[in-house]
């Protein structure tokens, strides 16, 4: 099982910049998939933006133009860059992989946007 770990959470305010890893204990090759999610507060989990092993990548509206997904397959790492942040970013952000039914969640970072 693929052992996922997100780092680089933290408090910003509105207009600011963060930038998530999601380091995986073996090759993200083996990953079809991998993607950040969020769950703001007293809401459902929601997909923030997913890349595939082919490096195609995938947005939610709402992050469009702001956030950007990116991989180093070298180091096992997923990276989730988030510019002009808002206060609705608000969430405890995780990451994902798959590969067909196989799924792994990596345990979560909180990332606090305030003005």
């Known amino acids: 099982q693929v052992h996922l770990e997100e780092s680089g959470g933290g408090s910003v305010h509105t207009g600011g910049s963060l930038s998530l890893a999601c380091s995986a204990s073996?090759?993200?090759?083996?990953?079809?998939?991998v993607g950040w999610y969020r769950q703001p507060p007293g809401r459902p989990r929601e997909m923030v933006a997913t890349?595939?092993?082919?490096?195609?990548?995938n947005y939610a509206d709402s992050v469009k133009g702001r956030f950007s997904i990116s991989r180093d397959n070298a180091k096992n790492t997923v990276y989730l860059q988030m510019n002009s942040l808002k206060s609705e970013d608000t969430a405890v952000y995780l990451c994902?992989?798959?590969?067909?039914?196989?799924?792994?969640w990596g345990q979560g970072t909180q990332v606090t946007v305030s003005s």
């Open positions: 073996e090759s993200i090759l083996s990953l079809a998939e």
């Open positions: 994902r992989g798959t590969h067909g039914f196989y799924e792994s």
């Open positions: 890349i595939n092993r082919m490096g195609n990548t």
